[in-house]
C-alpha cells in the first residue's frame, strides 16, 4: 500500500523560504491519474489546500498561495516537493502531504509541524 | 472557489447516539464529496468518498448521502472511537476546498 512521509525543518524564520519533501512508498509519483498534493493545517484551525503536482507535469496552486507556492517532483526519488516563500508567522501550520485521486485525499502523511519564528 | 459549510460546528452526543453532520457547497459539485475523520495529533483519514462510497476498512456504521449542494454524514450509532472532528471536501473543481469542520464531542 502507498505510504507518504513528510520530511524537513520544523523552523524557519520570517520572509525565509520554508521546504518540506513527502517522500512516497509502496507507490510511484510517476502513476496515472493522480495529483500529489500539499495541505496545511494551523494550529487548532481547518484544513486549507496548497496545491499539486499532477502526474503528468501540470500544477495547481491555491490562488491565496500561488505566487509563493512551487511544487515539483522528483520522479527518480518518488519524491514530491513544497517551496513556500516569505514566510509569515501565519505559515506556522502542520503540512501534510496526500494523494488526491480526483476524489478524495488517500492517503495522508503524518504531517510536519512548521513554525515560522525568530 | 466553491465554499463549503458544515454545520453543526459542534455537536455534542452519546455513545449510541444516531448523528448527522451536514454539508453545503456554494454550487452544484455532482457527487464529488468526500468525508474525513480527525483525532487530536493525527492526520485526517478518508471515510467516505464520491458522496457514498465507504472506503475500504471504515465501520458500517458510517454512512454518506447527497448530491448537487446539499451532503449529509451519519454514524448510526456513535462509539466511544468516534468522538473526533470530521470534515468535508469538494473534489468537482481546483481549488479543493473543506468545510470547517464539525467536533463531535462528549454529551
Known amino acids: 500500500q502507498v505510504q507518504l512521509q513528510e520530511s524537513g525543518p520544523g523552523l524557519v524564520k520570517p520572509s525565509e523560504t520554508l521546504s518540506l519533501t513527502c517522500s512516497v512508498s509502496?507507490?510511484?509519483?510517476?502513476?496515472?491519474?493522480?495529483?500529489w498534493s500539499w495541505i496545511r493545517q494551523p494550529p487548532g484551525k481547518g484544513l486549507e489546500w496548497i496545491g499539486y503536482f499532477y502526474y503528468s507535469g501540470s500544477t495547481y496552486y491555491n490562488p491565496s498561495l500561488k505566487s509563493r507556492v512551487t511544487i515539483s517532483v522528483d520522479t527518480s526519488k518518488d519524491q514530491f516537493s513544497l517551496r513556500l516563500s516569505s514566510v509569515t508567522a501565519a505559515d506556522t501550520a502542520i503540512y501534510y502531504c496526500?494523494?488526491?485521486?480526483?476524489?478524495?485525499?488517500?492517503?495522508w502523511g503524518q504531517g510536519t509541524l512548521v513554525t515560522v519564528s525568530s | 472557489d466553491i465554499q463549503m459549510t458544515q454545520s453543526p460546528s459542534s455537536l455534542p452526543a452519546s455513545v449510541g447516539d444516531r448523528i448527522t453532520i451536514t454539508c453545503r457547497a456554494s454550487q452544484s459539485i455532482s457527487r464529488y464529496l468526500s468525508w474525513y475523520q480527525q483525532k487530536p495529533g493525527k492526520a485526517p483519514k478518508l471515510l467516505i468518498h464520491?458522496?457514498?462510497s465507504l472506503q475500504s476498512g471504515v465501520p458500517s456504521r458510517f454512512s454518506g448521502s447527497g448530491s448537487g449542494t446539499d451532503f449529509t454524514l451519519t454514524i448510526s450509532s456513535l462509539q466511544p472511537e468516534d468522538f473526533a472532528t470530521y470534515y468535508c471536501?469538494?473534489?468537482?473543481?481546483?481549488?479543493?476546498?473543506f468545510g470547517q469542520g464539525t467536533k463531535v464531542e462528549v454529551k
Open positions: 471536501q469538494q473534489s468537482y473543481s481546483t481549488p479543493r476546498t
Open positions: 496526500a494523494r488526491d485521486t480526483g476524489n478524495c485525499f488517500d492517503p
Open positions: 464520491t458522496a457514498s
Open positions: 509502496g507507490g510511484s509519483v510517476s502513476s496515472a491519474g493522480y495529483y
